[in-house]
């Protein structure tokens, strides 16, 4: 084989390579929902579990297919749990607008799970 030839199979498979990383990278960034700018209009907590929902004044994005979604979720178990619970009060003391970054494909308590929270 010449080395024409060994170059041109290498080329190939870095060429690949780098289409296997973009996929997966499009298959990562599409594995959240942002919500639009939103109020929270009720914050509950319990369930007889270390768990907080939140009901917003818009319609509850659902693409997990949550079983109740009535309300965004997170409990103690989700990473990042304490700093939502945190930017939940926050906004919702201080009537301060926000994002809220829900899982595509998990639910908390049957509703749609909170990964994020941005204050606006």
């Not at 990562?28 to 942002?34: D, K, P, S």
């Not at 919702?92 to 639910?107: F, P, T, W």
């Amino acid at each position: 084989m010449s080395y024409h030839l060994k170059s041109m199979g290498l080329r190939r498979n870095i060429f690949a390579s780098i289409c296997m990383i973009g996929i997966a990278m499009t298959n990562i960034a599409f594995a959240q929902t942002e919500t639009p700018i939103l109020t929270i209009a009720s914050l509950y907590t319990g369930w007889n579990d270390d768990t907080f929902a939140i009901k917003t004044d818009s319609t509850i994005l659902n693409p997990a297919n949550c079983s109740t979604p009535d309300s965004y979720a997170a409990n103690i178990s989700s990473a990042g749990y304490k700093t939502h619970l945190a930017a939940a009060l926050l906004a919702y003391a201080s009537a301060k607008q926000l994002v809220v970054v829900i899982s595509n494909s998990d639910c908390t308590s049957a509703r749609p799970r909170i990964i994020g929270i941005s204050l606006k």
